[in-house]
């Protein structure tokens, strides 16, 4: 492993990150990058879809929606007015365990972007006209989320594999539930989520000698400091995943699928989550990987083959995924569970392991280049207590051996550990006029 030092240690260096916190609770994180000329402001919540009570299915999502549509000094479409005229952009993302929302405008407006950001972010006005109006927009995502086949695969997965568990539904929730909120509900979520100690602010570019000054003066202040879950007890001791293999048919499917998901270590555990990354690099990324070049470059039997890991908060998981002719599903799986046992009785070459660290310490780097990704990953760092400087992870893959994975890793993504999903094209049934039904 020693080739690999010189590399790792190229890419340590990176704006330093500066960690605070308001009196309230608040977190605050900062990457001073003095040579961007926009400056990234992303607040993000603990408010993610995994935090919904029964019956509050989708309200994390629909809430995303509803914060654009105004807010106390902000009329419906005026907060992307006044980011467009700054020379801005603006977006926001709701995930299991979080949501964020955030704004990209040149340095010199990053006071004034600050302001309008968390006015919007804080105090929706939550209106009832708009807020039957965007239900229905909601509504209408769904059903188009409903209408793709490959989204209801996956989706059809992380129900099998996480049963009721709130990880196991879809984060835009159900038709139903959003049809029984009203913004009285989404005021309560709001209210109860949005709170000092469950938010936190990453500002990322260049940054004004007086932020602090700034931050102190800003709505972040008024946030309450009051205790809540971080994330839904009730659900957290359900947890429960589920082993086995499921059979399913989706219409309008335009291939078979395999997919296999493993259950491994949750966010928090950043060293087994690298292990990981490592040991999925070996089987399933580019064409010199064991499964591609196996199943796909030898044997052609499949049209794809990926591999890639969903960290999250409560329990991270492993997805495979290959694509092939119905007909060849007994065979693929086989090889796909012949690979897998082998690399537990055969370790990992060290020519394999230097490529995987290659690859793994590229996606790394490369993926915190810009202020809006340094700001992303340093605010989700701190909402989830992971204070450490910005390419801290890069440490954990020297500590990785063959024989370390083969101990420590590969034994978590065995085939009989597996939650494995068969999916194939629906059949199609003739009347007897000879129409397909």
Not at 100 to 115: Q, R
Not at 138 to 145: F, G, K, N, R, S
Not at 267 to 274: D, G, L, S, T
Request: glycine share 6%; net charge negative.
């Amino acid at each position: 492993m020693g080739l690999c030092y010189p590399l790792i240690a190229s890419f340590i260096e990176g704006p330093s990150i500066q960690h605070w916190s308001i009196k309230n609770g608040t977190r605050c994180v900062m990457a001073h990058m003095p040579e961007a000329s926009l400056t990234c402001i992303d607040f993000w919540c603990k408010a993610g879809s995994s935090s919904e009570n029964s019956g509050e299915e989708g309200i994390a999502h629909f809430l995303e929606h509803m914060v654009f549509k105004g807010s106390r000094s902000l009329g419906a479409g005026e907060f992307d007015l006044k980011i467009e005229a700054l020379g801005g952009s603006s977006n926001a993302a709701t995930g299991f365990d979080d949501v964020h929302f955030y704004v990209l405008v040149p340095s010199i407006s990053t006071e004034i972007a600050l302001e309008h950001l968390l006015d919007l972010v804080l105090t929706p006005s939550l209106e009832k006209d708009s807020y039957t109006t965007e239900r229905e927009v909601v509504l209408e995502e769904i059903a188009q989320y409903k209408d793709q086949p490959d989204e209801q695969v996956v989706q059809r997965l992380l129900s099998e594999c996480w049963g009721k568990h709130p990880y196991g539904r879809p984060i835009l929730g159900f038709e139903s539930s959003l049809r029984a909120t009203n913004p009285e509900k989404m005021r309560e979520f709001h209210a109860n989520r949005f709170t000092a100690t469950n938010c936190c602010l990453a500002v990322a570019g260049f940054i004004p000698k007086n932020i602090n000054e700034i931050l102190l003066n800003s709505a972040l202040c008024e946030l309450e400091d009051k205790s809540i879950n971080d994330i839904n007890k009730s659900s957290l001791s359900n947890i429960e995943f589920k082993t086995g293999v499921n059979k399913i048919e989706i219409q309008r499917l335009e291939s078979s699928r395999i997919l296999m998901a493993w259950q491994v270590p949750p966010a928090k555990e950043q060293e087994i989550i690298m292990g990981i990354d490592l040991v999925s690099t070996v089987l399933a990324e580019g064409r010199n990987s064991r499964l591609v070049q196996r199943l796909r470059e030898e044997l052609r039997l499949v049209e794809s083959i990926e591999m890639e890991i969903t960290i999250l908060e409560q329990g991270s998981l492993v997805i495979l995924e290959a694509c092939c002719l119905e007909k060849n599903i007994e065979k693929v799986t086989s090889e796909i569970n012949k690979e897998l046992i082998l690399l537990g009785e055969i370790q990992i070459k060290e020519e394999e392991l230097r490529r995987a660290v290659q690859l793994v310490s590229n996606g790394l780097y490369f993926g915190l280049e810009t202020s809006s990704q340094i700001a992303s990953f340093i605010g989700n760092q701190s909402l989830w207590n992971r204070e450490q400087p910005l390419l801290e992870s890069l440490k954990y893959i020297p500590r990785w051996t063959p024989e370390k994975l083969a101990k420590r890793i590969i034994p978590l993504l065995q085939p009989h550990l597996s939650c494995t999903l068969i999916a194939t094209p629906e059949k199609l049934i003739k009347n007897n006029s000879g129409n397909l039904i």
